[in-house]
T-cell receptor, first 116, second 113 residues
Framework: GAVVSQHPSWVICKSGTSVKIECRSLDFQATTMFWYRQFPKQSLMLMATSNEGSKATYEQGVEKDKFLINHASLTLSTLTVTSAHPEDSSFYIC????????????FGDGTRLSIL | QKEVEQDPGPLSVPEGAIVSLNCTYSNSAFQYFMWYRQYSRKGPELLMYTYSSGNKEDGRFTAQVDKSSKYISLFIRDSQPSDSATYLCAMREPGGGADGLTFGKGTHLIIQP
C-alpha cells in the first residue's frame, strides 16, 4: 500500500530556532501534499496545501511567512517552522495524494514539535 | 463553513462487542467519506474510503453513508483490544482531490479485554 514517511518524528528545540520537517511519498508520486496540525485531544486542522512546482495555498489564519512550505519534487514536501515559539508546539502531520482525483490521502506518522 | 460533528467519547465496550461510530455533517457538497484510525502519537491510518451514499464492507469493518441525512457510520464487528484507538471521520468535496480533508474531532474507543 501507499506509504508516506515523515521525519523527524520528534523535535525539541529552543524558542527562536527554525525547524524543518520532511514528508516523503515512498512508493508513489504525489502531485499534492497537505500539512495538518493537531493539538492534544483535537482533530487535525489543515494548514496548507502543497502542489509540486508551485506556491503552497495556506488556510485562513495560517502565517505563510512563519510556516514555509517547499514542494520541489513529486516525492518530497518540507515544512519549515521559522523562529518557533512555545505556542507552535504541536503535532504536525503531512499527507500525500496519489495523482488522480478519486484517491484518498495517506498520512505520515507525524512530527511532535516541542519548543522550550 | 464546513463542519463535521463527532462525539469524542471515550466509548468503552467489552471485547467481542459490535462498535458503532458516527459523524454528522452540514455541507451537502461532501461526496467522499473516509474513516481513519489513529493510535497515540501516530498519524491517521486509512480504514475505509467511500464515495456518495451506500455501504462498504472490509473484513470486520463496515462503513455506511446516508447523504440524505448527512450521517455516516463505521461499524466494527468482533471488536478486539487492538482496536482501541481514536477513530476520525473525514470528508471532502469533489474537485480532483486537491482540497484538504475536513475531519471530525475523533472518537476515543476503548475495547476492554
Amino acid at each position: 500500500g501507499a506509504v508516506v514517511s515523515q521525519h523527524p518524528s520528534w523535535v525539541i528545540c529552543k524558542s527562536g530556532t527554525s525547524v524543518k520537517i520532511e514528508c516523503r511519498s515512498l512508493d508513489f508520486q504525489a502531485t499534492t501534499m497537505f500539512w495538518y496540525r493537531q493539538f492534544p485531544k483535537q482533530s487535525l486542522m489543515l494548514m496548507a496545501t502543497s502542489n509540486e512546482g508551485s506556491k503552497a495555498t495556506y488556510e485562513q489564519g495560517v502565517e505563510k511567512d512563519k510556516f514555509l512550505i517547499n514542494h520541489a519534487s513529486l516525492t518530497l514536501s518540507t515544512l519549515t517552522v521559522t523562529s518557533a515559539h512555545p505556542e507552535d508546539s504541536s503535532f504536525y502531520i503531512c499527507s500525500a495524494l496519489r495523482d488522480g482525483g478519486s484517491q484518498p490521502q495517506h498520512f505520515g506518522d507525524g512530527t511532535r514539535l516541542s519548543i522550550l | 463553513q464546513k463542519e463535521v460533528e463527532q462525539d469524542p467519547g471515550p466509548l468503552s465496550v467489552p471485547e467481542g462487542a459490535i462498535v458503532s461510530l458516527n459523524c454528522t455533517y452540514s455541507n451537502s457538497a461532501f461526496q467522499y467519506f473516509m474513516w481513519y484510525r489513529q493510535y497515540s502519537r501516530k498519524g491517521p491510518e486509512l480504514l475505509m474510503y467511500t464515495y456518495s451514499s451506500g455501504n462498504k464492507e472490509d473484513g470486520r469493518f463496515t462503513a455506511q453513508v446516508d447523504k440524505s441525512s448527512k450521517y455516516i457510520s463505521l461499524f466494527i464487528r468482533d471488536s478486539q483490544p487492538s482496536d482501541s484507538a481514536t477513530y476520525l471521520c473525514a470528508m471532502r468535496e469533489p474537485g480532483g482531490g486537491a482540497d484538504g480533508l475536513t475531519f471530525g474531532k475523533g472518537t476515543h474507543l476503548i475495547i476492554q479485554p
